[in-house]
């Protein structure tokens, strides 16, 4: 199983995330660190994280974390959560600006008093949603298509590549909510609070060796 690192950049849920994988893997494998140097020796990397994404760059980099998260993400079993999948992409509408650009599309706004079933939604999309399996992943077994995922987010990814689109929602459109290549993964939604589903997917993560 070996070391797992969270990667602590000062932005939001992050002591939670640490907590449920640490529920299901050995606490003693995982810490949550901000030493680029200790997530490069991590056998497994997590990305999670909630605000603003000029807040979130800002603090990544003020910390010197952008080339070790970005590296990690090249090289080791690695799970985005939330902003964490949407810093992965080229750009983003609530920055105006560049993000990772590990992959390639854009982060954008969902469109605030969107009909759907007679009724107006409001952003963010909060609470629980469906989430389709479009492909099948390791990071899935055990989890019944269509279960439901809770969400708090104001934006969402447009991949470019629909081949590394591994799962998508409704909010009222469909939105791409899980996505990867090789040994990355990422999820809009949180898995640390979705119950036992959210369980299972981390469980899946930390057993991972990374391949599809």
């Given at each position: 199983?070996?070391?797992?690192?969270?990667?602590?950049?000062?932005?939001g849920n992050?002591?939670?995330?640490?907590?449920?994988?640490a529920?299901?893997?050995?606490k003693?494998?995982?810490?949550?660190?901000?030493d680029p140097l200790?997530?490069?020796?991590?056998?497994?990397?997590?990305?999670?994280?909630?605000?603003g994404?000029?807040?979130?760059?800002?603090?990544?980099?003020?910390?010197?974390?952008?080339?070790?998260?970005?590296?990690?993400?090249?090289?080791?079993?690695?799970?985005?959560?939330?902003?964490?999948?949407?810093?992965?992409?080229?750009f983003?509408?609530?920055?105006?600006?560049?993000?990772?650009e590990?992959?390639?599309?854009r982060v954008?706004?969902?469109?605030?008093?969107?009909?759907?079933?007679?009724?107006?939604?409001?952003?963010?999309?909060?609470?629980?949603?469906?989430?389709?399996?479009?492909?099948?992943?390791?990071?899935?077994?055990?989890?019944p298509?269509?279960?439901?995922?809770?969400f708090?987010?104001?934006?969402?990814?447009?991949?470019?590549?629909?081949?590394i689109v591994?799962?998508i929602?409704k909010?009222?459109?469909?939105?791409?909510?899980?996505?990867?290549k090789?040994n990355?993964f990422?999820?809009?939604?949180?898995?640390?609070?979705?119950?036992?589903?959210?369980?299972?997917?981390?469980?899946?993560?930390?057993?991972?060796?990374?391949?599809?």
């Open positions: 199983m070996g070391l797992i690192v969270v990667v602590d950049y000062g932005m992050i002591r939670s995330v640490a907590k449920a994988i529920s299901v893997s050995k003693e494998n995982v810490i949550v660190s901000d200790k997530i490069a020796s991590a056998d497994r990397v997590v990305f999670p994280g909630q605000g994404m000029s807040d979130c760059l800002r603090e990544l980099d003020s910390r010197g974390l952008r080339d070790a998260v970005i590296q990690a993400a090249q090289t080791k079993p690695f799970l985005g959560v939330c902003i964490g999948l949407q810093m992965l992409f080229d983003s509408e609530e920055s105006g600006g560049p993000c990772l590990v992959f390639r599309g954008a706004r969902f469109i605030d008093g969107a009909v759907s079933e007679g009724r107006k939604l409001k952003v963010p999309h909060m609470g629980w949603n469906n989430v389709q399996q479009v492909v099948y992943h390791p990071l899935w077994r055990g989890i298509d269509n279960s439901r995922f809770y708090v987010h104001s934006y969402f990814v447009k991949a470019e590549d629909e081949t591994f799962g929602s909010f009222p459109d469909k939105f791409h909510c899980a996505l990867g090789k990355i990422a999820v809009q939604f949180h898995p640390e609070k979705s119950q036992s589903v959210g369980l299972k997917l981390l469980s899946n993560f930390v057993q991972w060796d990374g391949e599809v």
